[in-house]
Every structure is written in C-alpha cells, then in structure tokens.
C-alpha cells in the first residue's frame, strides 16, 4: 500500500505561481506524476516523470509548469508558472509502485482575480 498526500494548492491571480508537493508513505522508483481535473471535466495528466528523471507534459502546461522529484524518490513536485483561469483544478498526486495505481485525494488550484 502506498499514501500520497498533496499539498501546495490554494487561490492564485492569473500569472501567478504555485508549486504542489506530494508525499508518498514509501520510496516510488518508477512513475509519479500529476493529473488534474477540472469541474465537469475528465480527469487528464498534467506531467510524470520516471524514476530516471524522463518527463512528460501535457501540451496545455509545456514551458509553464515543471515536474521535478527528490532524491530520496519519496515526493514529487509540480511548480507552476504563469497560471490561468484554465488550470484550476483538483490535482492530483499519482504514484505507480509493484503494478499498481495509487492517488491522493487531491489539492484544490483556483486561478482567478
């Protein structure tokens, strides 16, 4: 079993910056990530990264947002930049440990002025 547990999320101005934080309970060596969804919206894949450092955006957060893990591989960042009405979201945390899936119950993003 693995817990994750999100932090970081919050009410931010269009162009501002967050950046979210997610703990997981055990060493991750393969995949963690982010995924978002939106109000009425699917849930959609924000960005990943392996446990060798390969990363993976969505084309909607390419060159705002950075994906990013401890060495220890037991957290994994998301800071975002240069923030917009569209990302708000629940995010996500995403972790992939001995073939299975595990989430967090997720941190509420606002983009609003």
């Known amino acids: 079993q693995v817990q994750l547990v999100e932090s970081g999320g919050g009410l931010v101005q269009p162009g501002g910056s967050l950046r979210l934080s997610c703990a997981a309970s055990?060493?991750?060596?393969?995949?963690m990530g982010w995924y978002r969804q939106a109000p009425g919206q699917q849930r959609e894949l924000v960005a990943v990264i392996t446990g060798g450092g390969s990363t993976n955006y969505a084309d909607s957060v390419k060159g705002r947002f950075t994906i990013s893990r401890d060495n220890a591989k037991t957290r994994v960042y998301l800071q975002m930049n240069s923030l917009k009405p569209e990302d708000t979201a629940v995010y996500y945390c995403h972790a992939r440990y001995l073939q299975a899936v595990y989430w967090g119950k997720g941190t509420l993003v606002t983009v609003s002025s």
């Open positions: 055990r060493i991750i060596s393969s995949i």
